[in-house]
């Protein structure tokens, strides 16, 4: 058993986890956080993308013992307020099934950070580590287009 | 279970259904104990049974009134992310005359919901839907007073609407809860045992090395090996000690499963009230042929593909008191519940199945594997269990897509015209064998063959395989007979609808206007599945034995749209995943196992591969809307064939098509 401490969404957690347990398995088995999803444990999908130190990540290829500052989906709205990749996902139905959208939401979001005004190419190469299977693709790049926008002219406004 | 239970369930919801006449059979209010105890579980208020009678089929529908003046209807039918949690809202909404914020569907409980069949062949809309109406007006019209006459298309305020998804909030912000989010107190974990072989049986274990770990219990029955554990993590782990040895069932090499399907192929028999007819005929193939001016014969392979949902199976039991309750995600919980009820042998009345919105299904979640082995599991624990594949599972202990083989041979007269067409699938399935061209001499059949791997249901299952081949088959007519493959097309196209949106995919496309050859090229197909007209048109660049799709123009005429925006999303959806199956993927297996085994090694559409797209609909009000979940999967394998067999002159008559080494010149 190793002892763990890590800040999820602003708050800090400690507890013992057994050693190279997963960031994945700390947030859904003992911070009961599910909306990280679990889709293939390879880092090949996305569906467990979260922020580490502000970098999007794959928690279930990424030791608990690795990360300290985490945002999850749980995390990302402020104040009762939507972020707003959620808000253009919602806006542009950007999901079928809904499984991989948190992880999408988190990836886009951390390359808005990076990138505010992100070409088409740009959003596919930041995202293509992310499956949807339902084929949602061009939604959410219509998604991810329309929050850089927002966001963008959110932060004129000051 | 019993493949011929599975049939026998599946045939009672087949066909066309025509709500004609209804009853409310029953209000619930003050009645006896054990209806107030479930008018109880639901929270009190008024509930409406109203049976809907229609083609001498009595289907169920339950409308629960709320004391809060709400409602709550009950189904069955499940949303795997095609969109039905909404559209049956809407449905109830319309008709109830409320907006659909005061709709609260409840689905997939088999303790509270009417069981009016499982989640597949895209008939929730064509089928469900009428249903669903018929009742809630009835509903309606005891409450007002008023008709029970469904609203004219004309006057819809809620249905023919985008409305958005009804779970929109709860997705994006991850507190959407699908079964592998599912936890209960005192909950244990599975980690499973698992032969490396296909098929096997357990001859001996030995889990010494795990019985010592404190919290740690192995559990046997049969063939099933787990052992459960507080925490996943510990469980996995321990799993990962015990040693099990496994005879496994041998597995012929993949090469030679074609000649094994038709070495085992029963041939077909008519069944024209079947949902799939497995064999249409039309005037006399033989002489059809015989009398041909020239004639062609070409054979098309489909390999085994996975369905790959992006949640992967999982499912909680609680046993106790001889009843179990299993929480799960299937497409079909009454036929899950038929299933644990069999494996477990206890009276279906002492299962419940409840399933929640799952993380995708695309036909892969039909079947209740992994609610068997939680229930199994939780009866031997003496405790809830949880057991959830892991991708790995997801891959190999379900089914796969049939594999198909399909021979095609036709003629056509001296205008080009044709005449007869023999078109025989093995193995991959009936679904999607009417030809939508206009043939004299037709025989169309699929022969059932023994395929030693598991195969079932995947979104419009043999229509991918029988359209590929129809369609592919086509543009070597065209190619013959050096006729642009769309006239081509139009010369056999006499529904009207389909004309239209052959007419229009193709100049929204430019078809005949983007110059072809030199690495570019182009392809079209169309399809009229499931009551839906469909094409699309496909540009691809070839660059060495790699293929990459340009832009994608498509046009659905579904009838009625009841959702448009829901609608293009699926349409859209289904042709992008139709790229899978036509570019990259199979499932190999080898003398026992299956090889397939990680995401890595499967490849899946990604935001690299997705091409400029124009998706646009027909809205006809007034023609009954068709299901849309499935058939537009079929357009994408022969479209993308045509347009390689554009760019580089070769034809490739097997899935996938990449790489494009060894393609046939």
Redesign the interface.
């Known amino acids: 058993m190793a002892k763990l401490t890590l800040t999820v969404n602003g708050r800090p957690w400690s507890g013992d986890v057994p050693e190279e347990t997963s960031l994945l398995e700390v947030l859904r088995e003992h911070l009961m956080l599910s909306g990280t999803k679990y889709g293939c444990g390879e880092g090949q999908c996305g569906s467990c993308t979260v922020l580490i130190d502000g970098r999007a990540s794959r928690a279930c290829v990424t030791p608990a013992s690795r990360a300290r500052e985490v945002v999850t989906i749980e995390g990302l709205a402020s104040d009762g307020q939507l972020h707003p990749v959620q808000r253009a996902f919602i806006e542009a139905q950007a999901f079928q099934c809904g499984f991989c959208t948190p992880g999408m939401v988190m990836g886009a979001t951390a390359l808005l950070a990076r990138t505010p005004s992100p070409t088409d190419a740009d959003i596919r190469t930041a995202l293509d580590g992310h499956l949807c299977r339902c084929g949602t693709y061009p939604r959410i790049i219509a998604a991810v287009r329309a929050a850089s926008t927002t966001m963008t002219r959110e932060r004129r406004r000051g | 279970m019993a493949d011929d239970r599975r049939t026998a369930y599946k045939r009672r919801f087949d066909g066309d259904l025509e709500p004609e006449s209804y009853e409310i059979v029953d209000i619930l209010d003050t009645l006896t104990p054990d209806r107030r105890a479930f008018l109880a579980t639901l929270g009190g208020g008024l509930l409406f049974l109203v049976t809907v009678r229609a083609q001498d089929r009595d289907l169920p529908v339950r409308v629960q009134v709320t004391d809060d003046g709400t409602y709550r209807a009950f189904t069955g039918k499940m949303d795997?992310?095609?969109?039905s949690r909404t559209l049956l809202t809407q449905a109830f909404a319309e008709e109830l005359g409320v907006p659909v914020e005061r709709v609260t569907l409840v689905m997939g409980d088999t303790r509270l919901c009417p069981d009016d069949g499982g989640t597949w062949a895209s008939i929730t809309t064509p089928q469900t839907v009428p249903v669903i109406r018929k009742a809630a007006a009835a509903v309606r019209a005891a409450r007002t007073g008023g008709t029970d006459a469904l609203t004219a298309p004309a006057a819809w305020t809620t249905l023919g609407r985008s409305i958005?998804?009804t779970?929109?909030?709860?997705?994006?912000?991850?507190?959407?809860?699908?079964p592998?989010?599912l936890?209960l107190p005192g909950m244990l974990h599975a980690s499973l045992v698992r032969s490396p072989h296909h098929r096997a049986q357990l001859v001996a274990y030995d889990a010494a090395a795990v019985e010592r770990i404190p919290g740690v219990r192995v559990l046997r029955d049969a063939d099933l090996l787990a052992v459960v554990a507080a925490?996943?993590?510990?469980a996995r782990?321990a799993a990962s000690l015990v040693t099990a040895t496994w005879t496994p069932a041998p597995l012929r090499p993949q090469n030679e499963w074609p000649a094994r399907f038709k070495a085992t192929a029963v041939a077909p028999v008519e069944q024209p009230t079947a949902r799939y007819p497995p064999l249409l005929r039309r005037g006399d193939v033989e002489a059809g042929l015989a009398g041909a001016a020239r004639r062609l014969s070409s054979t098309y392979w489909v390999p085994p593909i996975a369905h790959?949902?992006?949640?992967?199976r999982a499912a909680v039991a609680d046993w106790r008191d001889d009843a179990v309750t299993v929480y799960g995600g299937s497409q079909a919980p009454f036929l899950v519940r038929q299933e644990v009820a069999q494996a477990l042998q206890v009276p279906e009345a002492r299962v419940r199945i409840i399933a929640s919105?799952?993380?995708?299904?695309?036909g892969g979640k039909q079947r209740g594997e992994c609610e068997v082995e939680a229930a199994r599991l939780s009866r031997l624990a003496g405790a809830p269990v949880r057991v959830?594949w892991?991708?790995e599972e997801e891959l190999t202990c379900s089914y796969t897509r049939p594999a198909g083989l399909v021979d095609v041979e036709s003629g056509v007269d001296a205008d080009g015209r044709l005449t007869a067409l023999r078109f025989a699938n093995y193995n991959s399935g009936a679904a999607g064998l009417a030809p939508q061209y206009d043939v004299p001499h037709q025989w169309v059949g699929h022969y059932r063959a023994t395929a030693e791997v598991r195969q079932g249901s995947y979104r419009s299952l043999a229509a991918v395989a029988n359209n590929f081949a129809l369609e592919s088959h086509m543009d070597e007519w065209a190619a013959a007979l050096q006729i642009d493959p769309v006239a081509f097309r139009l010369r056999h196209i006499t529904d009207a609808r389909l004309r239209q949106v052959v007419e229009q995919t193709a100049a929204r496309f430019g078809w005949g206007a983007t110059p072809v050859g030199q690495g570019r090229g182009v392809g079209i197909s169309c399809n009229l599945e499931k009551d839906a007209r469909l094409a699309l048109c496909v540009e691809v660049a070839v660059r060495g034995t790699d293929v990459r799709v340009v832009r994608m123009v498509a046009t659905g005429d579904f009838g009625a749209a009841l959702n448009p925006?829901?609608l293009l999303?699926?349409m859209?959806?289904?042709?992008?995943?139709g790229m899978g199956g036509a570019l990259w993927e199979h499932v190999d297996f080898d003398t026992t196992a299956q090889t397939t085994r990680?995401?890595?090694r499967y490849r899946?559409?990604?935001?690299?591969d997705?091409p400029a797209?124009d998706v646009q609909l027909i809205d006809r009000r007034d023609v009954d809307a068709a299901g849309a979940g499935e058939s537009p999967i079929t357009l994408t394998a022969p479209a993308l064939a045509a347009a390689v067999f554009s760019a580089t002159g070769r034809r490739r008559r097997s899935l996938p098509l990449l790489p494009l080494r060894d393609a046939a010149p």
């Open positions: 795997m992310g095609q969109g958005p998804n779970t929109s909030l709860a997705i994006v912000t991850g507190a959407k809860t699908y592998s989010d936890r925490d996943p993590g510990t782990r790959v949902p992006m949640e992967p919105d799952s993380g995708g299904g695309f959830a892991t991708r925006d829901a999303n699926q859209t959806g289904a042709i992008i995943q990680r995401l890595s899946l559409p990604r935001f690299r997705v797209m």
